[in-house]
């Protein structure tokens, strides 16, 4: 049971552009650097690495007490996104993503930075609670985005 949480953890943290947590476990993979995968990302997988350059982005402004006002378009375009793999979404998804879209009106909409880092917080933890069901592996990597 021990042994198999340990693989667990070790394998969420090395993957990164993939949901499988098991995949990129084997002892070739070096655990400090990780680079993108180079096959073609799907169309949902494209939105979320957005999505993820954005909230970096978003959280280095913060930090340096600047409002971020930059946007993705289309963000409900991932409800009709195809996935990797058709296991990745399931009859949950699209609940998630309309509170997903609700958080990142609230950050649009925050006009202070204290505001906005609240709204970005809020956010985070909408990635995560969407990413507990259907993609953990990158869950480790999106918590980094929380600004304490
Ligand atoms: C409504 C559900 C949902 C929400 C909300 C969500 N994700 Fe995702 N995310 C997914 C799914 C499903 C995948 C797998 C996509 C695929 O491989 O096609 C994914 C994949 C990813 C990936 C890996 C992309 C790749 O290149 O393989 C990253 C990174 C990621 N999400 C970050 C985020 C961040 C950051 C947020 C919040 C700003 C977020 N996600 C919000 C469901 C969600």
Redesign the pocket.
């Known amino acids: 049971m021990l042994n198999k949480l340990f693989f667990l953890a070790v394998a969420i943290s090395v993957s990164?552009?993939?949901?499988d947590t098991a995949e990129e476990s084997s002892s070739t993979v070096k655990k400090s650097t990780w680079s993108?995968k180079m096959d073609e990302?799907?169309e949902?997988?494209q939105i979320?690495?957005d999505?993820?350059e954005e909230?970096l982005q978003r959280k280095a402004s913060l930090e340096k007490g600047e409002l971020f006002s930059g946007s993705v378009d289309n963000l409900l375009k991932?409800i009709a996104a195809t996935?990797?793999e058709p296991h990745?979404?399931g009859p949950a998804?699209e609940p998630?993503?309309m509170a997903?879209n609700a958080s990142y009106g609230a950050i649009q909409s925050a006009s202070t930075v204290a505001q906005q880092i609240e709204a970005h917080n809020n956010?985070?933890k909408?990635?995560v609670a969407?990413?507990t069901n259907?993609?953990q592996g990158?869950i480790s990597?999106?918590e980094l985005?929380y600004i304490h």
Do not use: E
């Not at 990164?16 to 949901?19: G, R, T």
């Open positions: 990164f552009y993939s949901c993108p990302p799907s949902l997988a979320m690495r999505l993820h909230g991932m996935p990797t990745m979404k998804f998630h993503a997903f956010l985070v909408s990635c969407c990413h259907f993609c990158p990597r999106i985005l």
